[in-house]
């Protein structure tokens, strides 16, 4: 639960940044795809490159729990459609 409250502020966080980033403010981004981006980047990285995508990802566990995490905020996004 913790993990995934993590990903869910980081979402936040990206998709203010990038409104702030936009002269007019209007713009279309989906937080949630980046962040599955930077997971499947994480889950085959290695040494450095997985410790930094491991910070910016804001994963208190290893790979396979943010994994897991992420899955089951998927899960319960599909599931109020």
Request: aromatic share 2%.
């Amino acid at each position: 639960a913790a993990i995934a409250r993590s990903i869910i502020r980081l979402c936040h966080d990206l998709a203010l940044e990038v409104l702030r980033s936009v002269p007019h403010g209007n713009a279309v981004v989906s937080p949630q795809a980046i962040v599955q981006t930077l997971a499947l980047a994480y889950a085959g990285a290695g040494g450095e490159t997985a410790a930094e995508l491991g910070r910016a990802l804001r994963a208190s566990g290893g790979v396979d729990e943010t994994l897991a995490a992420l899955n089951a905020l998927d899960q319960a996004i599909a599931s109020r459609e």
